[in-house]
């Protein structure tokens, strides 16, 4: 029972990080780069849907996983628990807030035709993105920073 929940832990970690960065350093630079922004902007935001669902089901499991390991063990690293929900709590808040967010504005975006009201808007649009990018980001870190310590309790 215990290395098969170790096995669902390592391999949801692994695959949520692993997708944290392709995507981050991957998919959406080269989108941006070989499509018009407007394109691009559409082609990331039919993405997301994948993204955040994928992020959701790989945090859930990594979390609840590491907490029934080490609820089988009889011990409780603070840390790893911590990171792992800084790392989903996080995880939800951007894609049902921050990208619902995102959403909205796009669509107010694309709905009026107001010079100063659009402009007001892309200025919105860029402080949820900029926010949105750090805290990704600070996801992203901390799950490496997780994988790392998953590997110094492996067993060889």
């Known amino acids: 029972m215990l290395n098969a929940l170790n096995f669902i832990h390592l391999l949801s970690l692994v695959i949520w990080v692993g997708m944290l960065i392709f995507f981050t350093f991957f998919v959406a630079p080269v989108i941006f780069k070989t499509l018009p922004r407007e394109t691009a902007g559409v082609v ?81 649009f860029r402080r949820v993105h900029a926010r949105s990018s750090a805290l990704n980001l600070m996801v992203l870190l901390s799950g490496i920073v997780a994988v790392f310590l998953t590997a110094l309790e492996l067993k060889v």
């Open 44 to 124: 990331i935001g039919a993405l997301f849907r994948n993204y955040w669902s994928l992020g959701y089901l790989t945090s859930a499991v990594s979390l609840l996983t590491l907490i029934a390991i080490y609820s089988i063990k009889g011990v409780s690293p603070a840390a790893r628990l911590y990171l792992l929900g800084f790392m989903t709590v996080s995880t939800y808040y951007l894609g049902l807030v921050d990208g619902a967010r995102a959403r909205r504005i796009k669509a107010e975006i694309k709905s009026t035709s107001d010079e100063k009201r659009l402009e007001g808007l892309h200025k919105k």
